[in-house]
């Protein structure tokens, strides 16, 4: 199935975690979650479970890196 980003982080807020992993990448910064997420599925011998997802190299490579550049998931003022 296919989800909205909203309607993702909604959720997990409403389960009680204080923000939603969309908030969350955007907080971090997008190239700083896919770097982490890089050198996991690197660690783990390339185990498909930790690959990075597309979306999360597009973000990157289109520099919309969340809150430290006014557009992530999420779009900021700056």
Known sequence: GVAEVEGIDRLMEASG??????????????????????????????DAKFRPSRIQQQKVDAGHWGRKTGKGFYEYEK
């Open 17 to 46: 975690f204080k923000m939603g992993p969309f908030k969350l990448m955007d907080l971090i910064g997008v190239d700083t979650n896919f770097s982490v997420t890089n050198s996991m599925f690197n660690a783990f011998h390339q």
